[in-house]
């Protein structure tokens, strides 16, 4: 029907319900996500499923300051047998629970300094795979600090211009991985100014960004009130 009136190429459907809440300091959502192939080949295990959890608060303790995040997210990924078997990917249902913890200084001429601490606990169920253990538990630390020396010079003639040059250093250690599972969701990594000194760039459940690293970026901005 989809090609045949040129709606769509597409040959897998994915439908989605998606509900969730947002407040200032807390996020709750969940979503159901249902596949559908409309490929020929696949007539009879042609649906799967993903079912995906995600709850985020964030607080600022008092007498240490910075800020508190706890974040927990849970995944399930349903194949129908066949397809399963022809994809040769098990069914796996993880939970990982998150804790936080950031500050920023402002010391000497302007140096501006960052900690931050990060703590995984998760729980994998890989189900009628001998590949992988069925029940698997880790946790993950990480710790980061960061440096950066904003520098800012006004424009010519009283314009109201400003520029920023700012040099930014980062060091992060991670724990290894001990993890043994397929890995479903962590195939595609983009490195790009949104991640750049994130603690893992890899987008799902499935891998760390492991061992100790360092990022250097140098930022330049013109400010126009």
Known sequence: YLLE??????DVLASAIEIYRVRGNELIAASVTDFESLRQADIGNERSRLV???????????????????????QSQLFEDNLRNELDSPNVNQIRSTVEYQRNWT??????FGTEAELNLDYLHIIDDPEFP???????PTFAADLS?????????GSGVSYLLEPIGQLVWTRPDTLD??????T???????NLFALNRFPGLDRYETGLRSNLALRWARLDP
């Not at 009136?5 to 597409?10: A, I, M, Q």
């Not at 959890?53 to 300051?65: A, C, T």
């Not at 069925?134 to 993950?140: H, I, R, S």
């Not at 599972?181 to 962590?186: I, K, R, T, V």
């Open 5 to 10: 009136y040129d709606f769509s190429s597409k």
């Open 52 to 74: 995906e959890l995600d709850y985020r608060r964030n607080w600022e303790p008092g007498g240490i300051g910075g800020l508190l995040e706890f974040r927990l997210i849970g």
């Open 107 to 112: 010391v000497g001429p302007g140096f501006r």
């Open 134 to 140: 069925e029940f698997q538990t880790a946790f993950t």
């Open 149 to 157: 020396l904003p520098l800012v010079a006004p424009g010519a003639n």
């Open 181 to 186: 599972s397929p890995n479903e969701d962590s």
């Open 188 to 194: 595609s990594i983009a490195l790009d100014t949104g």
